[in-house]
């Protein structure tokens, strides 16, 4: 029979009664018993802080929160519980008090000497890159007591340069080099850096200043220079790459700031020919085609004035032969076939015999005392003959058939001629071809890592450098340079 509920009352005052009977004060209260600060030891370097923190426990073993004073030997304490040590050395005591109330807990502080840097520890410590490539370099800091920090260093480098944040360029050369950190008290540490450059291999180089295309280039005492072209505006700026920092910089500028020039060397002064730029007629824009000749000397970093081209025009191609600048086809409204041949020496200008084609927006280069006209276009279509000038006998004569392109950029390096990217029937390209004169061997090379056209070139060093250019979007300052 189941209790009805006077029965469960009755158990209940039974189970009161007997734990009455066990104690019988009835449930004691929780009270604070013992009061923690911490840390409860520490050593700090002079006029260094830290915080402390005081928590409770209460008679049953539970934390509680508790409010409390705090008074200090050997340095200040804030109301918060933040210690700053003062500048005696020793040993010394921080006390946090219950506010209120007689509980109390103690730390021991030491104050010590500022931790010294002992040793710097640069990160890679050594590190394989291609030429071109970047790699970031850090330093930890070792102190003496056992902690580390991030020193304030000063980097230098063989190979490459970098930065003061540490950011290493490879420059474009293969072998062995060193990155040094070194702390301001002197303290060093050394990484390696080496660099590979595969053959047949594209690799990044430094971007230059100013995008371009339409521009020119030409290499004077192993110093690769740009000159002109167009960034939405007629550049007369020039720049000069030294492959021995991987780097560009600012040179005198053209008197005539144009597009679609050439550029030739003679004797170690660079020859800026031909171009245009544009001209308001009745309001409207039209192109002026020019047949300005102006010469930049890189030893006195200044240019001189020179006879003018009897033929104004632009997108030409030129060439140098013992010592004569040719200047070959181009463009005035139309596709041009004329040569004029220029001699520094008489700051004069003759006609030689025309291209058998009309050609403008081509490259070329010089091989074995012949000039070879490669690319362009005709007014009507593509070029894919190669045509080659004897100046001996001012003949022209027809041989290899390339890939047909226009605005193609050419140069040469030991006797092989690279004829890089340009642009077919509305596609930017990224092809290579070597052409070698002397076998009739044509190769394809491995292609250029960014489809380009309107650009220029130049060989400095064993490398072919792509300048610029139009990528089909907008002119471009970047600037790859091949290994064959």
């Keep these: 029979m189941r209790p009805g509920f006077g029965s469960i009352a009755r158990f209940a005052a039974m189970a ?23 840390p409860d030891s520490i050593v700090l370097p002079v006029g260094s802080s830290r915080q402390f923190e005081v928590s409770a426990l209460m008679s049953d073993g539970s934390p509680a929160g508790v409010a409390a004073d705090f008074a200090a030997t050997g340095g200040t304490i804030s109301a918060s519980g933040l210690y700053t040590a003062g500048f005696t050395l020793g040993s010394y005591r921080l006390v946090a008090t ?7 807990d103690t730390s021991v ?35 003496s007591d056992g902690s580390t920090n991030t020193p304030t260093v000063t980097y230098e480098a063989s190979g490459g340069t970098i930065s003061s944040s540490g950011h290493y360029s490879a420059r474009l050369d293969a072998g062995s080099f060193r990155v040094i950190a070194t702390s301001e008290g002197g303290l060093a540490d050394t990484g390696v850096v080496t660099v590979a450059v595969p053959a047949n291999r594209w690799f990044p180089a430094a971007s230059l200043l100013t995008p371009r295309d339409y521009g020119a280039a030409g290499v004077v005492d192993g110093v690769l220079y740009t000159l002109g072209g167009e960034s939405s505006t007629f550049l007369g700026s020039v720049e000069a790459f030294d492959p021995t920092t991987n780097s560009w910089s600012a040179r005198a500028p053209m008197p005539t700031a144009r597009a679609g020039l050439a550029v030739g060397v003679v004797d170690g002064i660079l020859y800026a020919v031909g171009g245009f730029d544009y001209e308001s007629v009745g309001g409207f824009w039209y192109p002026r085609y020019l047949g300005t000749v102006e010469a930049y000397d890189p030893a006195t970093d200044s240019w001189t004035t020179k006879s003018p081209m009897p033929t104004a025009r632009s997108d030409l191609a030129v060439g140098v032969i013992d010592g004569i600048l040719y200047a070959f086809g181009g463009e005035f409204w139309d596709m041009l076939a004329t040569v004029e041949a220029y001699d520094p020496d008489t700051d004069t200008w003759t006609t030689k015999a025309p291209l058998p084609t009309p050609r403008g927006y081509f490259g070329g280069g010089v091989v074995d005392g012949l000039f070879h006209a490669i690319g362009g276009w005709n007014g009507t279509g593509y070029q894919a003959a190669v045509d080659t000038y004897d100046p001996t006998t001012d003949n022209w004569s027809s041989g290899a058939i390339l890939i047909a392109r226009l605005s193609p950029a050419v140069s040469v390096l030991d006797g092989v001629l690279y004829v890089m990217g340009g642009e077919s029937s509305g596609h ?3 092809w290579v071809e070597a052409y070698n004169p002397a076998t009739g061997i044509r190769t394809v090379k491995t292609s250029m890592p960014l489809a380009r056209a309107f650009f220029s070139a130049g060989t400095v060093d064993g490398f072919v450098f792509a300048i610029g250019g139009w990528d089909g979007a907008a002119p471009t300052a970047r600037v790859d340079a091949f290994r064959p």
């Design 16 to 38: 009161v009664a007997f734990a009455c009977a066990d104690d019988p004060a009835g449930p004691q209260p929780r009270t604070l018993a013992r009061l923690v600060l911490t």
């Design 98 to 104: 219950e506010r209120g109330g007689v509980l109390a």
């Design 109 to 143: 502080i030491t104050v010590t000497d500022p931790p010294v840097l002992t040793a710097i520890v640069l990160s890679p410590d050594s590190v394989s890159l291609t030429a071109g490539a970047s790699q970031y370099f850090s330093v930890i800091g070792q102190l």
């Design 428 to 430: 930017f390209l990224t």
